[in-house]
């Protein structure tokens, strides 16, 4: 039986396959995923978006940085040089001699295959001659050559060779190792041994267990677990959170802690720069020695960002650490409400304990509002825009325009806008317009309903009731046009079309007002005009002496209408019997099949309906599944945030007269253009009315969060069927089935006794 041999390559040459294989399985897809994106095209974006972003502070920053930063030319040069070293290995392999070829006695006596053997032993005299030892030959040749002419001559060894490939009958079978041989030469075996102990027993340990300790103290959103423990104490101490309270539980997150982050920094300059910005801003709660709200990071942390907030100027230092913790902050707030909304699911399910109220989370969105427009809760919305000043804001709030929201202020005609926009030069107006339009419009449709439902309107009592939301996202500039036909004028011209027209102008709303406040409205006045309705204007009469009289009169000619209108009807009815008489009871009946037939039609339509929109939504959270969608909607206008935002957008319902969640804040993160979410919530559990609220909330703008009531009548649900026809068989068709049971195996036997 045949050995084994492994052995080093000791030419080298199997090592370079090796060596090129791997240089290739590191530099391919480093390409791939390293490799510097076009920079024209950043540019082309970055110059598309200057006309409306230019005055932002992440712009200013991604300029700063793209004309600063040289990682995308080291990564280049780096990703150049393995590609380089891998075409260079490639190079090399190609021109390597294959060693193990088959053996081929034919070609080492330089003869054509099926020679004679007379041919073979002349050729074999000449090569010895040429090659013999004693002739000066090369003895290694001479071996081969010897070997060949046995392998043709000799009977056994040509059969060794015809059967195994070689004369010399099987050999031991030959295992090369892709290393070179002087990896276990006995000289170098302690400079090896050193260099396998460094790798597998510090580099890799150390690596591996860096990775594990930096996992296991992040969450999926990359916050710190403890960071997330501390939201959850503090939401579960104080379910009713101010904004000055939530500011502080914020700023206490460890992200700012440099024991716990890195990037987070303590300054020697900090124990001057601080005092100074407190004695600024004035009360908040310095004194205060709850930790860690006391410790030295969080103090540092709240201060810049009620400094940013306040729009203080700060110095270069600390406005490094400042965009640093505003930078943080939305991530952070993401996370509180994902604590309050596990916190509030606990509450609904265990009990024992109360949930965080409503306006604590609303709270940690406005508070993100807040911060990405660097803007304190109090001020207006208008400050958003460039060039605004708080000085600017009376000619705004005057009594001739009254414009307090953005929404106002898209409704103005344009003659009145730039008459009240008077301090702003052409340019900036255009700029501060060119703003605006760019600002987001949104419509919310609402659809509630029942899936899985035989009625999918009728709401039974602990029913799962889906709201399914429609978003579209339009432009601010496409609505300029729409507020100005839709909006009645101001000022003057509105007091005089008010006396002209009278409580009909009243009735007018905004686009931008609730459509709920306008409905009530328009319904309280129509309610007015009814009561207000008199009875048609009686023929003039003198005036009576005697009340008594003139109430008999009105009295007897109520009773003479009346009676007319009595002999009326019965004509009417008179002549319908008439009519009907006229018809035969074989066209009545013909009527009513076709009546019949319709009714059946309509509900099998509505069947269908509800089927092929049952089924579209089940494709539609099928492809939802299967899709991926960016998370790149549209750049955030933010004077004051350090870090380009995408426009994103939170979606719930809510009992605003409880302060409670009815459904958990969903994320819109894609809201391009149109988008269509789905809110679940258990129906309550007694039957009866119930007003609820869709909310719509910007993680990025002040002032343009929407509010859309919600009405729920909820249904005793429908007790379950012990019985049911369908369920109960007769016993007559149990005879008969049994009875045919016993006919057939009747007639088997028959036609077994025929056939014998």
């Given at each position: 039986?045949?050995?084994?041999?492994?052995?080093?390559?000791?030419?080298?040459?199997?090592?370079?396959?090796?060596?090129?294989?791997?240089?290739?399985?590191i530099?391919?897809?480093?390409?791939?995923?390293?490799?510097?994106?076009?920079?024209?095209?950043?540019?082309?974006?970055?110059?598309?978006?200057?006309?409306?972003?230019?005055?932002?502070?992440?712009?200013?920053?991604r300029?700063?940085?793209?004309?600063?930063?040289?990682?995308?030319?080291?990564?280049?040069?780096?990703?150049?040089?393995?590609?380089?070293?891998?075409l260079?290995?490639?190079?090399k392999?190609?021109?390597?001699?294959?060693?193990?070829?088959?053996?081929?006695?034919?070609?080492?006596?330089?003869?054509?295959?099926?020679?004679?053997?007379?041919?073979?032993?002349?050729?074999?005299?000449?090569?010895?001659?040429?090659?013999?030892?004693?002739?000066?030959?090369?003895?290694?040749?001479?071996?081969?050559?010897?070997?060949?002419?046995?392998?043709?001559?000799?009977?056994?060894?040509?059969?060794?060779?015809?059967?195994?490939?070689?004369?010399?009958?099987?050999?031991?079978?030959?295992?090369?190792?892709?290393?070179?041989?002087?990896?276990v030469?006995?000289?170098?075996?302690?400079?090896?041994?050193?260099?396998?102990?460094?790798?597998?027993?510090?580099?890799?340990p150390?690596?591996?267990?860096?990775w594990?300790?930096?996992?296991?103290?992040?969450?999926?959103?990359?916050?710190?677990?403890?960071?997330?423990?501390?939201?959850?104490?503090?939401?579960?101490?104080?379910?009713?959170?101010?904004?000055?309270?939530?500011?502080?539980?914020?700023?206490?997150?460890?992200?700012?802690?440099?024991?716990?982050?890195?990037?987070?920094t303590?300054?020697?300059?900090?124990?001057?720069?601080?005092?100074?910005?407190?004695?600024?801003?004035?009360?908040?709660?310095?004194?205060?020695?709850?930790?860690?709200?006391?410790?030295?990071?969080?103090?540092?942390?709240?201060?810049?960002?009620?400094?940013?907030?306040?729009?203080?100027?700060?110095?270069?230092?600390?406005?490094?650490?400042?965009?640093?913790?505003?930078?943080?902050?939305?991530?952070?707030?993401?996370?509180?409400?994902?604590?309050?909304?596990?916190?509030?699911m606990?509450?609904?399910?265990?009990?024992?304990?109360?949930?965080?109220?409503?306006?604590?989370?609303?709270?940690?969105?406005?508070?993100t509002?807040?911060?990405?427009?660097?803007?304190?809760?109090?001020?207006?919305?208008?400050?958003?825009?460039?060039h605004?000043?708080?000085?600017?804001?009376?000619?705004?709030?005057?009594?001739?325009?009254?414009v307090?929201?953005?929404?106002?202020?898209?409704?103005?005609?344009?003659?009145?806008?730039?008459?009240?926009?008077?301090?702003?030069?052409?340019?900036?107006?255009?700029?501060?317009?060119?703003?605006?339009?760019?600002?987001?419009?949104?419509?919310?449709?609402?659809?509630?309903?029942?899936?899985?439902?035989?009625?999918?309107?009728?709401?039974?009592?602990?029913?799962?009731?889906?709201?399914?939301?429609?978003l579209?996202?339009?432009?601010?500039?496409?609505?300029?046009?729409?507020?100005?036909?839709?909006?009645?004028?101001?000022?003057e011209?509105?007091?005089?079309?008010?006396?002209?027209?009278?409580?009909?102008?009243?009735?007018?709303?905004?686009?931008?007002?609730?459509?709920?406040?306008?409905?009530?409205?328009?319904?309280?006045?129509?309610?007015?005009?009814?009561?207000?309705?008199?009875?048609?204007?009686?023929?003039?009469?003198?005036?009576?002496?005697?009340?008594?009289?003139?109430?008999?009169?009105?009295?007897?000619?109520?009773?003479t209408?009346?009676?007319?209108?009595?002999?009326?009807?019965?004509?009417g009815?008179?002549?319908?019997e008439?009519?009907?008489?006229?018809?035969?009871?074989?066209?009545?009946?013909?009527?009513?099949?076709?009546?019949?037939?319709?009714?059946?039609d309509?509900?099998?339509g509505?069947?269908?309906?509800?089927?092929e929109?049952?089924?579209?939504?089940?494709?539609?959270?099928?492809?939802?599944?299967?899709?991926?969608?960016?998370?790149?909607?549209?750049?955030?206008?933010?004077?004051?945030?350090?870090?380009?935002?995408?426009?994103?957008?939170?979606?719930?319902?809510?009992?605003?007269?409880?302060?409670?969640?009815?459904?958990?804040?969903?994320?819109?993160?894609?809201?391009?253009?149109?988008?269509?979410?789905?809110?679940?919530?258990?129906?309550?559990?007694?039957?009866?009315?119930?007003?609820?609220?869709?909310?719509?909330?910007?993680?990025?703008?002040?002032?343009?969060?929407?509010?859309?009531?919600?009405?729920?009548?909820?249904?005793?649900?429908?007790?379950?069927?012990?019985?049911?026809?369908?369920?109960?068989?007769?016993?007559?068709?149990?005879?008969?089935?049994?009875?045919?049971?016993?006919?057939g195996?009747?007639?088997?036997e028959?036609?077994?006794?025929?056939?014998?």
């Open positions: 039986m045949a050995g084994q041999q492994f052995q080093y390559d000791d030419s080298g040459n199997t090592f370079f396959y090796f060596l090129t294989s791997f240089v290739g399985l530099v391919i897809p480093a390409t791939y995923y390293l490799w510097p994106r076009d920079q024209n095209a950043e540019q082309l974006r970055l110059k598309s978006l200057r006309r409306v972003h230019g005055r932002c502070l992440w712009y200013r920053l300029l700063m940085k793209s004309q600063q930063s040289i990682m995308p030319t080291l990564k280049k040069a780096a990703l150049l040089f393995g590609w380089a070293v891998f260079l290995l490639a190079y392999v190609s021109k390597l001699d294959r060693e193990y070829q088959e053996y081929n006695p034919y070609e080492v006596l330089n003869l054509d295959p099926g020679a004679s053997l007379s041919e073979i032993k002349k050729q074999y005299r000449v090569l010895s001659l040429k090659f013999h030892p004693d002739k000066g030959g090369d003895e290694a040749t001479f071996m081969r050559i010897a070997k060949a002419y046995a392998a043709l001559t000799n009977e056994q060894s040509k059969l060794n060779w015809q059967i195994y490939g070689n004369p010399d009958g099987p050999g031991a079978t030959s295992f090369g190792i892709a290393l070179p041989a002087w990896i030469d006995q000289k170098n075996s302690m400079l090896v041994l050193l260099v396998y102990g460094l790798a597998f027993m510090v580099i890799l150390v690596v591996v267990g860096t594990w300790y930096r996992s296991i103290r992040y969450s999926g959103d990359q916050i710190l677990i403890n960071t997330t423990q501390l939201f959850m104490h503090f939401m579960y101490k104080t379910p009713n959170m101010n904004m000055k309270r939530l500011a502080m539980v914020l700023t206490a997150a460890f992200e700012f802690d440099p024991r716990s982050n890195k990037e987070a303590i300054r020697p300059t900090d124990n001057i720069e601080v005092p100074q910005l407190i004695r600024e801003l004035g009360n908040i709660n310095v004194k205060k020695k709850e930790p860690p709200f006391c410790y030295p990071y969080s103090l540092k942390a709240r201060v810049l960002v009620l400094a940013h907030l306040a729009r203080m100027d700060v110095s270069e230092e600390l406005e490094e650490d400042q965009r640093f913790v505003v930078r943080k902050s939305p991530a952070l707030l993401q996370e509180m409400i994902n604590v309050g909304c596990q916190l509030t606990m509450a609904n399910s265990r009990g024992g304990f109360h949930a965080p109220r409503l306006v604590t989370i609303e709270n940690c969105m406005k508070l509002q807040m911060i990405v427009q660097g803007l304190q809760e109090s001020k207006s919305p208008l400050l958003q825009l460039p605004f000043e708080e000085e600017n804001l009376r000619y705004c709030i005057s009594k001739k325009y009254k307090r929201s953005l929404q106002d202020l898209v409704s103005l005609k344009d003659s009145d806008r730039r008459n009240m926009l008077r301090f702003l030069g052409e340019e900036k107006y255009d700029e501060v317009m060119a703003v605006l339009g760019s600002f987001p419009h949104i419509t919310m449709d609402t659809k509630l309903q029942v899936l899985d439902d035989e009625d999918s309107n009728n709401i039974t009592a602990g029913s799962i009731v889906t709201v399914t939301v429609t579209t996202r339009k432009r601010m500039a496409d609505m300029f046009e729409k507020e100005q036909e839709s909006t009645p004028c101001t000022g011209e509105a007091a005089t079309t008010e006396e002209a027209q009278g409580d009909s102008s009243k009735a007018k709303t905004k686009v931008w007002q609730n459509k709920s406040k306008g409905a009530k409205k328009t319904a309280k006045s129509k309610k007015k005009k009814l009561t207000k309705k008199k009875a048609p204007p009686a023929p003039a009469k003198t005036k009576q002496a005697n009340g008594n009289v003139a109430g008999n009169e009105v009295v007897a000619a109520a009773t209408v009346k009676e007319e209108e009595d002999e009326a009807s019965d004509k009815s008179e002549s319908d008439g009519e009907a008489n006229k018809d035969s009871p074989s066209e009545r009946d013909e009527d009513s099949d076709k009546q019949s037939d319709t009714e059946v309509e509900v099998a509505d069947d269908e309906e509800e089927w929109a049952l089924q579209q939504s089940i494709q539609r959270r099928e492809r939802a599944l299967l899709e991926t969608k960016s998370k790149v909607t549209h750049p955030v206008y933010s004077l004051y945030f350090p870090e380009e935002k995408q426009e994103w957008w939170w979606l719930y319902i809510a009992d605003r007269r409880d302060q409670t969640l009815v459904s958990m804040p969903y994320h819109v993160c894609t809201l391009k253009d149109t988008e269509e979410v789905e809110l679940k919530f258990p129906a309550p559990s007694k039957t009866g009315n119930y007003q609820y609220s869709v909310i719509l909330r910007s993680d990025s703008y002040m002032g343009l969060d929407q509010i859309k009531p919600l009405k729920l009548e909820v249904h005793e649900a429908k007790a379950m069927l012990d019985n049911h026809p369908q369920w109960d068989i007769p016993d007559t068709e149990e005879e008969d089935e049994e009875q045919e049971d016993s006919d195996i009747e007639e088997s028959d036609d077994d006794e025929d056939n014998d």
